[in-house]
């Protein structure tokens, strides 16, 4: 099967583009064009996107990507560092 | 000569703690202690190996092996990583990948990269102060193909080779290897742990059985520890490029509610 490259360069596009991340969540026809995404896999993406992607073959960490980007990712337990960084001089002190 | 004064493996996720949070803490505790002997091997460079996420390089140009050669780098910000500026080596970096094509590998050098979690996270709680130079090494194993275990493996024994014959006199090489250990990333597997698999992956570091690890298959490898577990590469580079020296177990944790065994183990290359 051939690769879903048009949606693969729409989602890499919208990690560095908050632009395009935008319209991609809120117009999403509207970015599928910018990115030449075939109708079909429109059709698909519009009607359940999780269940669409395994199908269309896109790429697992992309999936991932895609899923956060449209606000769909349903992982809860993703949490910042920072918390854990502001206690390793405490924690580094305790082993000197 | 320049030498490898510490080298260790650790996965690089990180999750919350309410699920489990004796779990959590015990990771935590065993990232910090990777990070301080890491920290207190006082490095001049600090390599830092992993898979690239998608997010630097593309599916367009699907590189394999690449290091980065910038004079600084300001993570992602992914994971809640601090975009604090950390400075790289031009030097070292472009050294190494004109070395390794003299040893027939293609390392691609690469510019302008702002690392993700891979990367960033081990080097925040490695080297906080910005003391060592930073050289990000990606082990891509989200492309396809992706680098086997034996290609990382031979590249850890290059690295190795080229801090010990290339390098000056009294430079100080620390080497973090980062990913795995078992996880299944969007599959249907997704939320399985292998802890048996993470436990070998382990064994063979602080057993000395490098070789072991590097004869795994991508085939075996994708059944056992999943998609995610390809990034066990850049542990079999930590392998190569401690001259198969042993090790010992930091932490592990089977941390379904992470959807990820997590664990580390830091090589005895002193």
Redo the contacts between chains.
């Keep these: 099967m051939r690769p879903p490259v048009e949606l693969h360069r729409l989602i890499s596009a919208a990690i560095w583009d908050r632009d395009l991340a935008m319209r991609l969540r809120e117009t999403p026809e509207q970015a599928y064009a910018e990115f030449d995404v075939p109708q079909w896999q429109r059709g698909e993406l519009s009607k359940d996107a999780a269940a669409a992607l395994p199908k269309l073959g896109v790429h697992p960490n992309l999936q991932f990507k895609f899923l956060g980007q449209l606000g769909l990712l349903k992982l809860g337990t993703l949490t910042s560092v920072q918390e854990f960084l502001d206690t390793l001089e405490a924690r580094h002190g305790k082993h000197r | 000569m320049g030498s490898i004064v510490s080298a260790a493996a650790t996965s690089h996720t990180?999750?919350?703690?309410?699920?489990d949070p004796m779990a959590a803490e015990r990771i935590?505790?065993g990232?910090?202690?990777i990070?301080?002997i890491v920290?207190q091997s006082n490095p001049d460079i600090l390599i830092v190996a992993s898979s690239d996420?998608?997010?630097n390089f593309?599916?367009?140009a699907q590189i394999p092996l690449a290091i980065g050669i910038s004079d600084e780098y300001v993570p992602l910000g992914d994971?809640?990583?601090?975009k604090v500026p950390f400075m790289g080596s031009r030097e070292f970096g472009s050294a190494f990948a004109a070395f390794c094509a003299q040893l027939d590998f293609d390392l691609v050098p690469v510019e302008n990269v702002r690392p993700d979690?891979g990367i960033g996270?081990p080097n925040?709680?490695s080297n906080?102060q910005g003391k060592a130079k930073l050289v990000p090494l990606y082990v891509n194993t989200?492309m396809t193909p992706s680098p086997s275990c034996a290609r990382a493996y031979a590249l850890g024994k290059a690295l190795r080779n080229f801090v010990e014959t290339q390098r000056p006199a009294g430079e100080r090489v620390a080497v973090l290897g980062t990913g795995g250990l078992s996880h299944w990333?969007?599959?249907p597997e997704s939320g399985n742990v292998n802890a048996q698999w993470d436990r070998r992956v382990m064994e063979c570091l602080t057993c000395g059985r490098g070789a072991e690890l590097a004869a795994l298959t991508y085939e075996e490898i994708f059944r056992d520890g999943g998609?995610g577990g390809l990034e066990i590469a850049t542990w079999a580079f930590v392998a190569g490029a401690s001259g198969d020296a042993k090790g010992r177990a930091i932490y592990y944790e089977a941390m379904t509610?992470?959807?990820t065994g997590m664990g580390g183990v830091v090589m005895d290359v002193s």
């Design positions: 990180f999750g919350s703690s309410a699920a935590q505790a990232m910090a202690e990070g301080r920290s996420h998608l997010n593309t599916m367009d994971m809640g990583v601090p979690h996270f925040a709680f906080a989200v990333v969007c599959l998609n509610s992470w959807w």
